[in-house]
């Protein structure tokens, strides 16, 4: 009976949040879920913001908001330290706690020279990660007209009115949105002439979309390569302050050359060289699409998800993202972590040398 119980709680939920709400109370109130627009390239808030020439992406405002929480972060644990710490110093211990094991027994000796870098990396990572799971994130924004080949709604007040479930939107032409900028400048009777095989009719001048204030840093291609641009000069840095000019052997293996008359595979060693060079630039992009191809997935799929199933299924889809966001943080932390440690070891280049009797 108890079991009965449970599974008629489960489809009663189900019915509520998955079809009452999202398929019946939202369209006939014109508040149904909306389809986002998904651009690769951060959207712009600002050009030539306050005339200094700068331009303003919200993936800009969302990198700052990151750090702004890496920073309170840490001067909120360790401004006040205490014997017997609070909540936000304990947390803190036992973050930096941890990641420093892992450092060390990853990198041994080396670890307190990586370590600062990478949890710094870390933790701004996981907080650029979990940015998109916050309320109002990549939803609440600028509304402005669409442009050219973008899906757009009718705008009701300071709201995109959806009245259809599942409501894709209508793509916009040039004239749509020229049409909609005149009718925005107050200039509604300005005859704005229609694309070939369109006629007046056809044209929408109420065609809006949301240009959200703050998106997931992550999300942002630019970011990410920075990011890996970052964690592979600082394994050069590492390897070159521990092993001097003889680092650059890895690349161009000169000993290889010099014992070539006794060693004659020894050439061998002389062309991996070359390959360790394009190795070295190939781990940017690894770096980089790996943490832009996982947060941008994710992404998107919050967006899809409530748009087909409603406000119950999505909440798996937080937990999924959850999980995500902190194992691409470990991820890029780690992968900085054993490149700079390979770094600062030799490179088992072994002289032969004559033996005198």
């Known amino acids: ?5 449970i599974f008629l709680a489960i489809v009663i939920a189900g019915a509520i949040f998955c079809v009452w709400i999202p398929f019946i109370l939202l369209p006939d109130n014109g508040i149904a879920m909306a389809l986002p627009v998904i651009s690769v390239p951060g959207e712009k808030l600002c050009e030539d913001c306050f005339g200094t020439g700068i331009t303003i992406t919200n993936t800009i405002i969302g990198t700052l908001l990151a750090d702004m929480v890496v920073l309170l972060f840490a001067f909120g644990a360790t401004r006040h330290l205490k014997e017997v ?16 094991g892992l450092a060390k027994s990853t990198a041994g000796p080396n670890a307190r020279k990586i370590f600062p870098l990478m949890a710094t990396i870390f933790i701004f990572v996981l907080a650029a990660n979990w ?21 757009g709604y009718p705008a009701d007040g300071a709201f995109l009115k959806v009245t259809e479930p599942l409501d894709a939107g209508e793509k916009a032409t040039e004239a749509d949105y020229e049409a909609c900028h005149a009718k925005e400048e107050g200039v509604e009777h300005e005859e704005v002439e229609p694309e070939a095989g369109v006629g007046e009719a056809d044209v929408n001048d109420n065609l809006h979309v949301v240009t959200p204030f703050v998106r997931a840093a992550a999300t942002d291609l630019n970011l990410t390569l920075g990011l ?19 680092y650059f052997t890895k690349f161009i293996n000169t000993p290889a050359l010099e014992n070539a008359g006794k060693r004659p595979m020894g050439l061998m060693d002389f062309v991996v060289g070359f390959l360790e060079i394009i190795s070295e630039l190939s781990r940017i992009l690894s770096f980089g699409f790996r943490l832009f191809g996982n947060i941008f997935a994710g992404q998107v799929l919050l967006f899809v998800i409530p748009f087909l199933a409603g406000a119950l299924l999505p909440m798996f889809v937080y937990g999924f993202e959850l999980f995500v966001g902190v194992i691409q943080a470990f991820v890029f932390g780690m992968l900085l972590l ?7 070891q030799g490179h088992g280049h072994d002289d032969s040398h004559e033996t005198h009797e």
């Open 1 to 5: 009976m108890k079991g009965c119980l």
């Open 131 to 151: 940015l998109e799971l916050i309320p109002g994130v990549d939803s609440v924004g600028i509304m402005h007209c669409a442009e050219e080949g973008f899906s």
């Open 228 to 246: 890996a641009l970052i964690a592979v000069l600082a394994v050069q840095f590492f390897g070159i302050r521990t092993l001097g000019i003889s």
């Open 85 to 100: 710490p609070g909540r936000l110093q304990g947390l803190f211990e036992v973050l930096t706690d941890a990641l420093y």
């Open 338 to 344: 054993v490149f700079a440690s390979m770094a600062m």
